[in-house]
C-alpha cells in the first residue's frame, strides 16, 4: 500500500516526507554504454531500486505541440513563407578546416644537457563534421618519430559529461587538453581568425613559441666555425708589457665603529700582469698582532663574491672565475676612495710613485694629494727595565725584557772566528793584605779574545795541601763599585804589571805575562782604550826577552846578555809546563810527538811555536842546547826532568 504512495504530489515540508520501511531494492540503473570503442552515457529511465522517475508533466509530443504551436486562431491564418533551401554541413563546410600554432613540453629525465624539450604541433579543425587532428612539424635529423600526433576525430573533454571539442573551445595564448596532454596555442593563421571574428569570438594576441634548448645547442654546433682575430692586447702581450709592474696603494680598514675595533694600515699591491691583488698587513713596533705578513694572498678578486648561481655548490666547491661577473680593476682604485674587500672596507690614502704615473698616464688624473689618517696618538706606557737579579748574565736577563720569547744573547761570530784560539795570559798573585798564608800562590789569568771574558787558574804548588785548577769560570769580570745594571767590566788595559785587579772581594796583583801579549796589543792597540800602561809595563819586563828573540847572535852586546835572554824564554817554557799540563810525564809526552823516548828539535820547535812565543829558530836552538846537556843531538827524560826541576834552584 505504500509503495503507490506519490510522495511527490505533496507540499515539501516536515512531516510530509519519510522513507519507506518495506523498501530493500537500492540498486543503480546502468548509465554508461560503449559504442565503437567510445564511452557514451545515457539518460536514466527509473530510479533508485526500480521506482519510477517523476519528470515533468508534459511529455514528449506535447512539447512539440506547444513548440509548433502557431497562434493563427488570434491573428488569422499568416502567409506562408517561402521554404529555405537545406543544404548539408558535408558540404557547406567542405574544405574549411581551422589551423592552430602550438606546443607541447616534453621531459627529459636522463640527460644532463637538457631537462626539457619544446615540439611544436599543428591543430586542424574540420568544420563539417567538428573533428581535430594534431600533426607534429617535422624536422630534419631530429631522431624522433614525427608526423601524425593525433588521427582526425572528435576529441572528448576530460569533464566526463561526453562532450567533444568545439573550435570555441581553442583559444589562441590558453591551453586545451587532448588525453592528457597539454598543448599551448600561440597563433592561428589569418583565415581562422576571420572567420572566429566572423562568429563573434575574441581572438587574442599571438605569443612567441619557446626555443628548444636541445635545437639550440644543435644550431651552435651544426653553424659554420668562425674566427675572432685576437686583440693586439691579449694575454701574451699583457705579460711581456706588464709583468714585474705593480701598482701600490697605502689604505686604511677603519673598524672602529664595531668593539674593540681600530683603524689599522694595510699595503694593497695590484699586479697588472693578470689583475690579481694583494693584502698585506702593516706591521708597527708594539702593535700586539702575530706577525702575519698577508691578509689575503695574491688572487683575482670579484666585486661580489656571493654573486655565483645558486645552483652552484659553494658548500663542496671554489667559486671559480668563470662563476663570477665582475672583477676589480685599476679604475675601482683611486686616493680618498673607500672600497670594500673581503666584506672589509679599505680607505685609500696614498700611492706609491710608480702608481701615480700609471694613472696619469692611463686616466688623465693629475690630483694625488695624499689624506690625513693618522689617528690620534695614544699614550704609551714608558718601559721601565728592572734591577738585575745576579742570575745569568746582564745581557741574557735583558732578553725576558724585549722579547716576549727571550732568546739568547747575539753573539759576535767573525770576532769569535778570528780569534778562536788567541788567549792572552797574565801571572799573577795574590796580594799581601789578604794574608800570608796566601802569599806563595800563583795564578794564571786568562783573557779570551773571541768573548772578552777572563779564566783563572791556579798552578800547582808540591806539598802545600790546596788543590790546584780552575779557580774561576770563564766569565766578565766587573770593575768594583760600577753599577750593578750597567757595569764596567775589566780589559787588557787593566792588567799592566803591578796593577792590582779585585776579583770578587779577591785581590790579584799582576806580575808577569806571556811575550805573545806584548806583540799582540801592540798590533791591535786601536781595540783597547788606554792601552799605552800596559804595553810601556810589559815593554819594561820583556827588554832583554824580546831582543834576544828578534835580533839575531850578533846583536847582543856580551855573552852575559844573552845567557839572561835565554833564561828567560826558558821560564816561559817551564811556566807553559805548570800552566797546560798537571806532570811532567804529560808535558814530555806532549812534546815527545812519535813516541822514541827523546824530543828532537823540531819537536821543541813545533811546541814553541803553538804557545803563541815570537821566537827565531836561532833562540830555539840555543834553549834546545840547555836542555841537551850530554850534546847527542836530542832530549832524554832525565834531562827534561832535570830542566824543569831547575826552576826550583833559582
Not at 680607505?347 to 706609491?352: A, E, F, H, V
Not at 688624473?365 to 745576579?390: L, S
Request: hydrophobic fraction near 35%.
Amino acid at each position: 500500500m505504500a509503495a503507490h504512495i506519490n510522495t511527490h504530489a505533496l507540499p515539501f515540508l516536515p512531516g510530509n516526507s519519510f522513507n519507506d520501511p518495506t523498501k530493500s531494492r537500492y540498486h543503480v540503473s546502468q548509465t554508461l554504454d560503449y559504442k565503437n570503442g567510445y564511452a557514451l552515457s545515457k539518460k536514466p529511465t527509473v530510479g533508485l531500486g526500480g521506482e519510477p522517475i517523476h519528470a515533468n508533466a508534459l511529455n514528449e509530443a506535447d512539447l512539440n505541440e506547444l513548440a509548433n504551436f502557431k497562434p493563427t486562431m488570434t491573428y488569422g491564418q499568416a502567409k506562408q513563407a517561402p521554404p529555405e533551401q537545406f543544404i548539408p554541413a558535408h558540404v557547406a563546410f567542405d574544405k574549411k578546416v581551422l589551423q592552430f600554432q602550438g606546443y607541447f613540453k616534453e621531459t627529459v629525465y636522463e640527460s644532463q644537457s637538457e631537462y626539457f624539450r619544446v615540439r611544436p604541433v599543428k591543430i586542424y579543425y574540420y568544420l563539417e563534421d567538428d573533428t581535430i587532428a594534431v600533426i607534429e612539424t617535422q624536422i630534419e635529423n631530429s631522431g624522433m618519430p614525427q608526423g601524425k600526433l593525433l588521427r582526425r576525430m572528435r576529441l572528448p573533454k576530460d569533464d566526463a559529461t561526453g562532450a567533444t571539442y568545439h573550435y570555441k573551445d581553442i583559444k589562441v595564448n590558453d591551453t586545451v587538453t587532448f588525453y592528457g596532454k597539454v598543448f599551448h596555442v600561440t597563433n592561428c593563421d589569418a583565415w581562422t581568425r576571420e572567420y572566429l571574428t566572423s562568429q563573434g569570438l575574441v581572438v587574442n594576441d599571438p605569443v612567441e613559441m619557446p626555443t628548444d634548448p636541445y635545437e639550440e645547442d644543435r644550431k651552435a654546433r651544426n653553424a659554420p666555425k668562425t674566427f675572432t682575430t685576437k686583440p693586439s692586447f691579449d694575454k701574451l702581450n699583457q705579460f711581456l708589457t706588464l709583468d714585474r709592474k705593480v701598482l701600490r696603494f697605502y689604505c686604511v680598514w677603519d673598524d672602529r665603529d664595531s668593539m674593540f675595533g681600530e683603524a689599522r694600515p694595510f699595503i694593497v699591491h695590484y699586479y697588472l700582469v693578470d689583475d690579481t691583488i694583494e693584502i698585506r698587513e702593516v706591521h708597527l713596533q708594539n702593535d700586539g698582532r702575530d706577525p702575519f705578513p698577508l691578509l689575503m694572498s695574491r688572487t683575482r678578486l670579484p666585486k661580489n663574491l656571493y654573486d655565483v648561481p645558486p645552483s652552484f655548490p659553494t658548500i663542496s666547491m671554489e667559486a671559480k672565475e668563470t662563476e663570477h661577473g665582475e672583477y676589480f680593476t685599476p679604475e675601482d682604485f683611486m686616493i680618498n676612495k673607500t672600497v670594500t674587500m673581503m666584506n672589509r672596507r679599505f680607505l685609500i690614502y696614498d700611492m706609491d710613485q710608480f702608481t701615480k704615473e700609471f694613472y696619469k698616464f692611463n686616466y688623465g688624473i693629475k690630483n694625488f694629494d695624499p689624506v690625513p689618517v693618522k689617528p690620534p696618538a695614544r699614550d704609551v706606557p714608558k718601559m721601565y727595565i728592572p734591577p738585575y737579579n745576579g742570575f745569568g748574565s746582564i745581557e741574557d736577563s735583558l732578553g725576558s725584557c724585549f722579547h716576549l720569547a727571550p732568546e739568547p744573547p747575539r753573539k759576535d761570530f767573525i770576532k769569535m772566528l778570528g780569534n778562536s784560539s788567541k788567549n792572552l795570559r797574565f801571572l799573577a798573585e795574590l796580594d799581601e793584605n789578604d794574608g800570608g798564608e796566601s802569599k806563595d800562590r800563583k795564578f794564571i789569568i786568562n783573557f779570551s779574545l773571541a768573548t772578552d771574558t777572563f779564566m783563572i787558574y791556579e798552578q800547582p804548588t808540591r806539598n802545600s795541601g790546596r788543590i790546584s785548577g780552575k779557580f774561576l769560570e770563564r766569565q766578565r769580570i766587573p770593575r768594583p763599585g760600577s753599577d750593578i745594571n750597567n757595569p764596567d767590566f775589566y780589559g787588557p788595559q787593566d792588567l799592566f804589571i803591578g796593577n792590582t785587579v779585585t776579583v770578587f772581594n779577591r785581590r790579584f796583583k799582576i806580575v808577569d805575562s806571556d811575550v805573545f801579549v806584548l806583540q799582540y796589543l801592540k798590533e791591535n792597540a786601536h781595540r783597547f782604550p788606554g792601552i799605552e800602561t800596559t804595553i810601556k809595563s810589559l815593554e819594561d819586563l820583556h827588554s832583554k826577552s824580546l831582543l834576544a828573540n828578534t835580533m839575531p847572535e850578533e846583536a847582543f852586546a856580551s855573552e852575559k846578555d844573552k845567557e839572561a835572554a835565554l833564561r828567560q824564554l826558558a821560564d816561559q817554557l817551564r811556566r807553559a809546563h805548570f800552566t797546560r799540563f798537571h806532570s811532567i810525564r804529560e808535558s814530555f809526552l806532549k812534546l815527545n810527538a812519535n813516541r822514541d823516548q827523546f824530543i828532537l828539535p823540531d819537536e821543541l820547535k813545533y811546541f814553541i811555536k803553538n804557545l803563541n812565543i815570537p821566537v827565531n829558530d836561532a833562540a830555539i836552538s840555543a834553549v834546545f842546547a840547555v836542555l841537551d846537556t850530554d850534546a847527542d843531538g836530542k832530549v832524554s827524560w832525565e834531562e827534561f826532568v832535570d830542566f824543569i826541576e831547575a826552576s826550583k834552584d833559582q
